[in-house]
């Protein structure tokens, strides 16, 4: 079992940046390929990026890419999503994932954490 907890959402002006945590525990939890989603209102949940605990392999949606950053700190079994340039098409509820790196889901899920981008 793998618990994910996120934290570090907000309000912010278009332009503006937010790092987005995800507090993850588990005894296994170290073997786990992490990523980020996020769905908006009235649209389906979309991935964002992904990466390994040895952060040999990240990932990213077209949308994001060259304005987020994913990274780990895997003494710290915590996921960070740092958000640059931010627009009001990012906002979104923001939900951190883990999955055995052979399974096609990802089967753990947290409770999400709001980012709200509008002047």
């Known amino acids: 079992q793998v618990q994910l907890v996120e934290s570090g959402g907000g309000l912010v002006q278009p332009g503006g940046s937010l790092r987005l945590s995800c507090a993850a525990s588990?005894?296994?939890?170290?073997?786990?390929?992490m990523g980020w989603f996020r769905q908006a209102p009235g649209k389906e949940r979309e991935f964002v990026a992904r990466?390994?605990?040895?952060?040999?392999?990240?990932t990213y949606a077209d949308s994001v890419q060259g304005r987020f950053t994913i990274s780990g700190d895997s003494a710290q079994n915590t996921v960070y999503l740092q958000m640059n340039s931010l627009n009001v098409e990012d906002t979104a509820v923001y939900y951190c994932?883990?999955?055995?790196?052979?399974?096609?889901?990802?089967?753990?899920w947290g409770q999400g954490t709001q980012v709200t981008v509008s002047s």
């Open positions: 588990g005894r296994t939890v170290g073997s786990y390929l």
């Open positions: 994932a883990a999955k055995r790196p052979l399974r096609p889901q990802y089967e753990y």
């Open positions: 990466i390994n605990w040895s952060g040999t392999l990240t």
